[in-house]
């Protein structure tokens, strides 16, 4: 399994981005994705996540502002982050939680991508 992220990069505050998950190798089945960001200095968080079921979950910090979406036929899932303030400079990484019958059975990260928001 691959994942590959792109898309980050320098912009203004108020400015929008969309991160990209170009994944590989992955069965279906009850799988998670999502985007996780670390700041300097500070702990890797989750951003937001979509399910195999079509569920979302958004951290408070960026509901309403970042939307998570996938694109089945390329095997991508997207970040698209709108509203971009200074707080949301971070190195962002894809992440794929795959579970069967449950049990989480493997958790794949992409490389990170820097999102770099100046004022």
């Known amino acids: 399994v691959q994942l590959q992220a792109s898309g980050g990069g320098l912009v203004q505050a108020g400015g929008s981005l969309r991160l990209s998950c170009a994944t590989s190798g992955l069965r279906r089945g009850d799988n998670v994705l999502g985007w996780y960001r670390q700041a300097p200095d500070k702990e890797r968080e989750l951003v937001a996540s979509?399910?195999?079921?079509?569920?979302?979950h958004y951290i408070d910090d960026v509901e309403g502002r970042f939307t998570i979406s996938t694109d089945n036929a390329k095997n991508t899932v997207y970040l698209q982050m709108n509203r971009l303030n200074t707080e949301d400079t971070a190195t962002y990484y894809c992440?794929?939680?795959?579970?069967?019958?449950?049990?989480?059975?493997?958790?794949?990260w992409g490389q990170g991508t820097l999102v770099t928001v100046s004022s």
């Open positions: 992440n794929v939680k795959m579970y069967r019958l449950g049990t989480r059975v493997a958790d794949y």
């Open positions: 979509i399910t195999t079921g079509g569920n979302f």
